[in-house]
């Protein structure tokens, strides 16, 4: 597979799952401060939003306050933000567009028609009018193009960068968002056990879409239950433990390398926070402290981002091949 292509593939899935995730994050603040009027009146109650994507210095550059109207509009319309939905639907379609030849044609043009619905000079009226409505399309949207992607896209090389890139993003972003909400949400002597508590982190499930699936599992809501669930459940989709162990199955199947072959510096980092990850126990990330657990997480995904564009991406010199081939030669 040429380089160009592998690299549209992988970059394709991460800016649909990156745009996915903030839709969901904001539809679950919305939430959130249904069920919590009196947040309504804080002048920062939007400002984790900012604080999760890491870009706060951007944010205060740009905008004069944390105000509903701003965050959203930093989050969803703002082209010069490289991680806002509109940005990153535009950075989907234009990956996917050169992928054409590769990808099927109705996963080519459900993600057109997404770029069209949030770029279409309507959009910010539909999302003062009906945001939930708004976010939630993007959504489902995301879901869809996922599902056709299962379903039409032979599982080979390429399926297999577009879920590497899928599941290391999907990682990041449950990293961020429990590292984030977990500190804003730690509960207050006088909060537990309160309905307050319980809406907070209620509201950290549904950013997750886990509420359900951890309803099933644990029924009450326990924030050490909630911090086990989203890092080390093997079965939820979302959860880190488990985008990590697939993102190094698609990475061995790309390799053609068998479990445990650290033969690369790539497979080497993703070696290591896999075992971080399953022989890690929560009583130690705890005793550890969770930010900076999470923390080394996110520094090892970066990591892992960088030595697969240097692997898999980055513009090779062709001098040393050429001159090696001439001294054969000789």
């Known amino acids: 597979m040429l380089s160009r292509v592998a690299n549209s593939l992988y970059w394709m899935d991460r800016y649909l799952e990156r745009a996915e995730n903030t839709a969901r994050m904001i539809e679950s603040q919305l939430h959130m401060l249904l069920d919590l009027p009196l947040m309504r009146k804080d002048p920062f109650a939007w400002k984790p939003l900012v604080d999760i994507t890491g870009d706060g210095h951007y944010f205060s550059e740009h905008f004069s306050s944390f105000s509903r109207e701003d965050v959203i509009y930093f989050h969803t319309f703002d082209r010069n933000y490289p991680n806002s939905i509109i940005s990153c639907l535009t950075a989907a379609r234009e990956n996917a567009r050169s992928v054409r030849e590769v990808i099927t044609s109705e996963m080519w043009e459900n993600i057109n028609r997404l770029y069209l619905d949030i770029s279409e000079p309507g959009a910010r009226h539909w999302v003062t009018k009906s945001p939930h409505k708004f976010y939630s399309q993007i959504k489902m949207a995301s879901h869809l193009i996922q599902g056709i992607a299962y379903s039409t896209m032979a599982h080979g090389e390429a399926w297999n960068f577009s879920q590497l890139g899928r599941f290391l993003e999907r990682a990041d972003k449950t990293s961020r968002i429990l590292d984030v909400k977990y500190f ?97 126990t929560i009583k130690g990330v705890m005793e550890q402290g969770l930010h900076q657990y999470l923390d080394e997480i996110q520094s090892d995904l970066n990591n892992i981002g960088e030595s697969i564009y240097e692997t898999y991406f980055a513009m090779k010199p062709i001098s040393d091949a050429s001159t090696q081939t001439q001294s054969q030669l000789q």
């Open 184 to 280: 804003i949400i730690l509960p207050r002597i006088d909060y537990v056990g309160t309905s307050m508590d319980n809406v907070q982190w209620t509201a950290l499930l549904k950013s997750t879409s886990s509420l359900e699936m951890y309803r099933k599992r644990f029924n009450l809501i326990s924030s050490g239950n909630i911090v086990q669930f989203l890092i080390f459940d093997r079965e939820f989709p979302r959860s880190i433990l488990y985008c990590i162990n697939h993102a190094q199955e698609a990475f061995l199947k790309i390799n053609g390398t068998p479990s445990g072959a650290f033969n690369s510096e790539l497979a080497r980092s993703l070696g290591r926070l896999t075992g971080k990850l399953n022989y890690s």
